[in-house]
């Protein structure tokens, strides 16, 4: 290993066990001590490559939007090019394994919530917002009419946070099929509407 490498794999170490000491006692739990311990680091390390709380936190939710942004892209990549496909695909993309599973959704939770608090956590909040809104416009635009697309765009999204909200609260195991099946027939009707342009 190149000499480096040894900082970029000690902020994910750090940024890792941040992830999953919030996965096991809440945004409001974590301190540098705790992701110290859980990386097998000195809180010194942890203060040098993010400064204090706030940016080992910051550096956390950046880290799982990229994952979820990876999610959906790879998701989109395995697609066909047609509108629906594209659709499908960044619905899926949103209910990847990778951002159901307990830990994940423990962790999006407490972010979600933080970011009304905290204005580095809501601009990166209001960016993923943003990025979905985005993507589900354009595909819809390929088919609708301007007005139209960023209603069922506006639409989807709300549905997509909706579903994974109601599914992360509901305290059992997420089911990704029917929430993917509720989303997909919402873009089935939407096509089908007589609003095309």
């Given at each position: 290993m190149r000499r480096k490498d040894i900082p970029e794999q000690r902020k994910e170490q750090l940024i890792n066990?941040?992830?999953?000491?919030?996965?096991?006692?809440?945004?409001?739990?974590?301190?540098?001590?705790?992701?110290?311990?859980?990386?097998?680091?000195?809180?010194?390390?942890?203060?040098?490559?993010?400064?204090?709380?706030?940016?080992?936190?910051?550096?956390?939710?950046r880290k799982i939007l990229r994952d979820l942004r990876d999610a959906v892209a790879r998701c989109r990549d395995q697609a066909e090019s047609d509108v629906r496909s594209q659709l499908f695909a960044i619905i899926e993309g949103n209910f990847h394994p990778s951002q159901t599973n307990a830990r994940s959704m423990r962790t999006w939770l407490d972010f979600w919530a933080a970011s009304m608090h905290q204005a580095?956590?809501?601009?990166?909040?209001?960016?993923?917002?943003?990025?979905?809104?985005?993507?589900?416009?354009?595909?819809?635009?390929?088919?609708?009419?301007?007005?139209?697309?960023?209603?069922?765009?506006?639409?989807?999204?709300?549905?997509?946070?909706?579903?994974?909200?109601?599914?992360?609260?509901?305290?059992?195991?997420f089911n990704r099929q029917q929430a993917c099946q509720l989303a997909c027939d919402y873009v089935e009707k939407v096509l089908a509407a007589p609003h095309i342009g």
């Open positions: 066990a941040a992830f999953e000491a919030i996965g096991d006692v809440g945004l409001s739990g974590v301190t540098i001590a705790l992701v110290a311990a859980q990386a097998g680091l000195s809180t010194g390390i942890v203060s040098h490559y993010f400064g204090d709380k706030e940016g080992l936190l910051s550096a956390t939710m580095e956590l809501r601009r990166l909040q209001h960016a993923n917002d943003r990025r979905l809104y985005t993507h589900l416009c354009y595909q819809f635009r390929r088919t609708l009419t301007k007005e139209a697309a960023r209603d069922a765009a506006r639409g989807l999204a709300a549905m997509i946070d909706g579903l994974w909200l109601r599914g992360s609260l509901s305290g059992g195991d």
